[in-house]
């Protein structure tokens, strides 16, 4: 990826600054916005069903407190995005790691 690698050194020496310094912090900055986003959307899905995880939602389920005809597109998008949630988490701790 050349393109990329010119720009982030255009980049770096326009704000003299380390090439790594910048991807790094990019990087940071990147993964900082996506768990944002996402953690919006786990709240709102939970929000809507009144729940504070997919496991609450699994239990209210299993009760018969609601349908899952009515929750399975929530539910599959909850449990998506708790994955996501948890990928995100994890490459933050491999930057992290890495310093």
Known sequence: M???????????DVLKMDRDSLARASIKAFLERELRSVEAEIYEIEAKHGV?????LEEMLKRGEVREIDIFEDFQELDYLEGRRDDILAAMESLRRQR
Do not use: F, H, N, P
């Not at 504070?52 to 609450?56: D, F, K, Y």
């Open 52 to 56: 504070r995880s997919i496991l609450e």
């Open 2 to 12: 050349v393109y990329g690698m010119e720009v982030i050194d255009e980049v770096a």
